[in-house]
């Protein structure tokens, strides 16, 4: 960066009394946010054709509503450009499906966060990473689609850290988290066309996260060690809040590609990773959590009185506890350079084994 700095003959200091305005009404999430004017934000909602007051997203127990214009103005704070709001929306529309959100996880405790991960061409078209750095700066479409998810939670639904936002420690995701997938570099089919769209098709799928986890394999050339060193993470006794877990493994392209060449689909290594993915029930007794909650089916010590045995205590094997409850439980994508066998587990929210919620760029 130049010491001297080439800025277009504006007025500096109305631009910081703006953001200090913004600042002061609670309208950014600790970062300064772009002021917002009307011309400004018609420029966002001559991208699509839907109505501005069309409803994308509703949380009941709030009484509070998303629509396209309040979307669009987080999204000019957060910094998009106006061609990226395509994609927010589609972010929208797939969060919408997930059963979570909508329910109040991003004011628990968990802390968690909302993911967005982008597949087809819109990731070409307007500069989203989906190699080198993935999940980290640098590319201004990652930062800023997924800083406006963020940013309306915030300023449309009121979930403020210490207010409506009750998470104990939370999460670095709750910036701002949104990926492309490295089809490209990746031996598979992309994940939108796995769960059933077109490959021109653009599309955000929306997961609910907690945490992610690297998982440093640099050598290995056997597809089992790597599977074991996956499963074994997966399983970690931390992970479990819920009687089961859920995880998207984001491969590195090297560990994809050893995958492939040793003739692992997907569907292998998911099967590989479920049937591993377990632990002893002596394991679970000596961290407190052998058996689980009549009430909420949480994990917890079989001494506790409101605990109940788990699904795994009446099966043939009671002492092997499965952390997963399908093979489904797990989703597989491709993202990150091809320059070393690192590969990432995000642990998402809840025992799944449903659908992703993808939704499909419109108006592209």
């Given at each position: 960066m130049s010491t001297k700095l080439d800025t277009p003959a504006v007025?500096?200091?109305?631009?910081?009394?703006?953001?200090?305005?913004?600042?002061?009404?609670?309208?950014?999430?600790?970062?300064?946010?772009?002021?917002?004017?009307?011309?400004?934000?018609?420029?966002?909602?001559?991208?699509?054709?839907?109505?501005?007051?069309?409803?994308?997203?509703?949380?009941?127990?709030?009484?509070?509503k998303l629509t396209v214009r309040l979307a669009a103005i987080n999204a000019a704070l957060a910094g998009c450009l106006p061609e990226y709001f395509p994609v927010v929306l589609a972010g929208w529309d797939a969060l919408a499906k997930e059963p979570y959100p909508k329910k109040g996880i991003?004011?628990?405790?968990?802390?968690?966060?909302?993911?967005?991960?982008?597949?087809?061409?819109?990731r070409g078209k307007i500069g989203l990473n989906s190699k080198g750095n993935v999940f980290g700066s640098g590319f201004r479409a990652n930062a800023t689609i997924g800083r406006a998810i963020r940013l309306t939670a915030i300023n449309v639904f009121g979930v403020?850290?210490?207010?409506?936002?009750?998470?104990?420690?939370?999460t670095f995701g709750k910036y701002s988290a949104c990926i492309a997938e490295n089809e490209e570099d990746s031996p598979w089919e992309p994940f939108h066309v796995e769960h059933g769209l077109d490959a021109e098709t653009s599309a955000v799928t929306g997961l609910t996260i907690r945490s992610c986890m690297h998982i440093e394999a640099r050598h290995t050339r056997i597809p089992e060690q790597l599977g074991r060193d996956l499963a074994d993470s997966v399983r970690r006794t931390g992970a479990l809040i819920h009687e089961t877990t859920s995880v998207l493994i984001v491969l590195g392209p090297e560990h994809a590609k050893m995958f492939a060449s040793c003739g692992w689909s997907k569907q292998d290594v998911r099967r590989f990773v479920y049937e591993n993915a377990v632990n002893t029930r002596e394991e679970l007794k000596a961290v407190g959590k052998d058996a689980i909650s009549r009430l909420s089916r949480w994990r917890?010590?079989?001494?506790?009185?409101?605990?109940?045995p788990d699904t795994a205590s009446a099966s043939e094997t009671p002492e092997r506890v499965p952390a997963l409850n399908s093979p489904e439980a797990i989703l597989i994508a491709v993202a990150g350079a091809n320059n070393a066998g690192v590969s990432t587990i995000i642990e998402t929210f809840g025992p799944r084994g449903d659908a992703p919620s993808i939704a499909p760029v419109r108006d592209v």
């Open positions: 007025d500096a200091a109305a631009i910081r009394a703006a953001m200090e305005h913004y600042a002061r009404n609670g309208w950014t999430d600790g970062l300064p946010v772009v002021p917002v004017t009307e011309s400004y934000l018609a420029e966002f909602l001559a991208t699509t054709g839907r109505d501005p007051d069309e409803v994308l997203f509703v949380m009941p127990h709030l009484n509070r991003w004011q628990s405790t968990t802390g968690t966060a909302p993911l967005l991960m982008v597949n087809g061409p819109i403020r850290p210490h207010q409506l936002d009750q998470a104990t420690q939370a917890l010590p079989s001494d506790h009185p409101d605990a109940i």
